[in-house]
């Protein structure tokens, strides 16, 4: 967990508000969630936590020509096991049936009344 301060600019004068420990891969994958075009303009996330043969993905998102977006967050450093683990998951997304990957994001779309 890191260490994050905060600030607020009130009537032209910063004031730190609090210093704060952000489990920021979590919080990340929420933000995403929520607007993700954090990562690209267009994508509609259309799952998250999905459990796959390399592994459980963080989020899978879909962009308006129909391509899916595989996205894996990891705190720190990006090292070479984080790349074959997101090469893994989109094998996986591109190996499996559609009607079990429509399983897989169905609970996720349901769940948003997507």
Same mark, same amino acid.
């Given at each position: 967990?890191?260490? #994050?301060?905060?600030? +607020?600019?009130?009537?032209?004068? *910063?004031?730190?508000?609090?210093?704060?420990? *952000?489990?920021?891969?979590?919080?990340?994958?929420?933000? $995403?969630?929520?607007?993700?075009?954090?990562?690209?303009?267009?994508?509609?996330?259309?799952?998250?936590?999905?459990?796959?043969?390399?592994?459980?993905? =963080?989020?899978?998102?879909?962009?308006? +020509?129909?391509?899916? #977006?595989?996205?894996?967050?990891?705190?720190?450093?990006?090292?070479?096991?984080? $790349?074959? +683990?997101? *090469? =893994?998951?989109?094998?996986? $997304?591109? #190996?499996?049936?559609?009607?079990?990957?429509?399983?897989? $994001?169905?609970?996720? *779309?349901? +769940?948003?009344?997507?």
């Amino acid at each position: 967990m890191n260490k #994050t301060g905060l600030w +607020q600019i009130t009537n032209g004068k *910063l004031r730190r508000i609090q210093e704060s420990n *952000l489990d920021f891969e979590k919080h990340l994958e929420d933000w $995403i969630e929520e607007d993700p075009s954090l990562i690209r303009a267009g994508l509609t996330i259309v799952g998250r936590q999905i459990n796959l043969e390399g592994g459980r993905l =963080d989020l899978l998102a879909i962009d308006p +020509q129909g391509c899916w #977006t595989v996205i894996e967050i990891k705190k720190g450093a990006l090292h070479r096991e984080t $790349i074959a +683990q997101v *090469l =893994d998951y989109a094998s996986c $997304i591109a #190996t499996i049936s559609a009607d079990e990957l429509k399983g897989k $994001i169905e609970p996720y *779309l349901n +769940q948003k009344n997507m």
